[in-house]
């Protein structure tokens, strides 16, 4: 869990170029789901790479206290022994989700359609973050959420004794919903069909159908309908976790915006629903190639390239592909800083959910680093000041996220003076060798109260 010790600030500097090669950790997305469908397979799953980021060992501890036999072999070697589909029991306690929206909302989907209670809590971040959005699909199952004002956390789910499948329209582009409700029909009988305008992440469909699971995807004038039939017995899988692309944003990142830089960040998934931040820098003009393309374990994966890059340009990032990036807007914010030029970046409500408001949150932290962003509720627009052109020189909160702390830090890489983050500790919900790994390429960190 993050934000239950003391703040460690951390500062971070201009100093050498980045170079050499960054083995970021594994995606967080798939380690969730793959405790969670190996929890729910009859017999051993084993994995490796798995992400042993905080965010993931809280999901695992989850399906240890409804059954499964959840054991680490060190390394990221993972196995699971599950109970198959129907056979999780009662916790005794509480599930504590700690910082991850994806853990707790695809835990809610995954119990909802079982006779027993189950009780979520999280830190000061999730326990603030809407959960509305899971628990009314979840109530077509005919589960029951009793939350705080809002539904939030903590929150008691009733799961349903008597499931009924369910036919549900996503109101958001959420991945996390539209797993929660395939989750439950997992254990509902018939066919449950989840609807997507636009496409999210599509890691629980490739999994599920992986572990054996009946699942469809028809794309249609009106998006992706995905169709899978209840009740299957799913087959115990090996999982290489392909590394994570949120986490490669932060390497190659800094790379193009601290002078001298070339670094590179091998076997990166490219999933097309995970890549748009990519595609994003190329248009800015960034220096960043894609070696060795090729396939793994399903997925299309290549090492990433990233070099130093003073001619980069503000955009327009297209909204339809927000969904693609939607976690790499803060990293985004950062390079369009250093671009010439304004980028603008509009249909981006869900920003204002995640673990902050990483509008306000990256607005806010800019500006006290002498850029200029103006911001709507859906939309916001960095002003670029050129290679080399940020002042720096503040303290910005990371406000319980993961991904603001990491943003300010690379930031500090390239700004005239250095930047300070108020508390680095949530960095470990998703990237625990953050500062070590930066380090070593040639980043410049120091603990003001070390
Ligand atoms: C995730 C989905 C996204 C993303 C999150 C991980 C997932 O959230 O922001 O970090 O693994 O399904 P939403 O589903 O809320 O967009």
């Given at each position: ?73 060190g390394g990221g070697a993972w ?9 999780f029991s009662e916790p005794d ?358």
């Amino acid at each position: 869990m993050s934000g239950h010790g003391d703040p460690v600030p951390l500062s971070s500097r201009k100093g050498n170029p980045l170079r050499g090669e960054a083995h970021v950790p594994g995606d967080k997305s798939i380690s969730h789901r793959a405790l969670i469908l190996g929890a729910m397979a009859v017999g051993e799953t084993k994995i490796t790479g798995l992400l042993e980021g905080q965010d993931v060992l809280d999901t695992g501890r989850a399906m240890a206290a409804l059954g499964a036999d959840v054991v680490s072999h060190g390394g990221g070697a993972w196995s699971v022994h599950g109970v198959g589909v129907g056979g999780f029991s009662e916790p005794d306690g509480v599930i504590d989700c700690g910082n991850s929206g994806t853990g707790v909302r695809l835990l809610m989907g995954a119990v909802a359609t079982y006779p027993f209670a189950t009780t979520f809590t999280g830190d000061a971040s999730l326990n603030g973050r809407p959960m509305a959005r899971v628990t009314d699909p979840l109530a077509l199952f005919g589960a029951q959420a009793v939350g705080r004002s809002g539904g939030r956390l903590p929150l008691t789910l009733v799961g349903a004794a008597d499931p009924v499948p369910v036919r549900y329209a996503t109101p958001v582009p959420s991945a996390q919903v539209k797993s929660a409700v395939l989750l439950a029909g997992l254990n509902a009988p018939g066919e449950t069909v989840v609807m997507e305008r636009e496409a999210t992440r599509d890691h629980s469909e490739r999994m599920l159908s992986g572990f054996g699971a009946t699942i469809s995807t028809d794309v249609t004038d009106e998006g992706r309908v995905i169709t899978l039939q209840g009740r299957p017995e799913l087959t115990p899988q090996t999982i290489a976790v392909p590394r994570d692309p949120s986490s490669a944003a932060f390497p190659v990142c800094a790379a193009l915006i601290v002078e001298g830089s070339d670094v590179l960040v091998p076997n990166i998934g490219l999933n097309p629903t995970r890549a748009g931040l990519f595609e994003t820098l190329r248009e800015m003009g960034a220096d960043l190639t894609y070696e060795n393309e090729r396939e793994e374990g399903g997925e299309p994966a290549a090492d990433l390239r990233a070099r130093f890059s003073p001619d980069m340009k503000g955009i327009r990032v297209p909204p339809e592909r927000a969904a693609s990036m939607i976690d790499e807007y803060p990293i985004l914010s950062v390079v369009a800083a250093f671009a010439e030029g304004v980028t603008d970046m509009p249909g981006v409500a869900e920003l204002r959910v995640k673990e902050s408001d990483r509008i306000d949150a990256m607005a806010q932290g800019l500006r006290a680093c002498g850029v200029t962003v103006e911001d709507g509720e859906d939309w916001w627009k960095v002003t670029g000041m050129g290679a080399g052109g940020v002042p720096g020189g503040a303290t910005v909160a990371a406000r319980l996220d993961h991904r603001i702390a990491m943003a300010f830090l690379c930031l500090g890489m390239a700004s005239a003076k250095p930047v300070m983050v108020d508390d680095a500790t949530p960095i470990a919900t998703s990237f625990p060798i953050f500062e070590r790994l930066m380090g070593d390429l040639g980043a410049t960190f120091t603990r003001p109260n070390a």
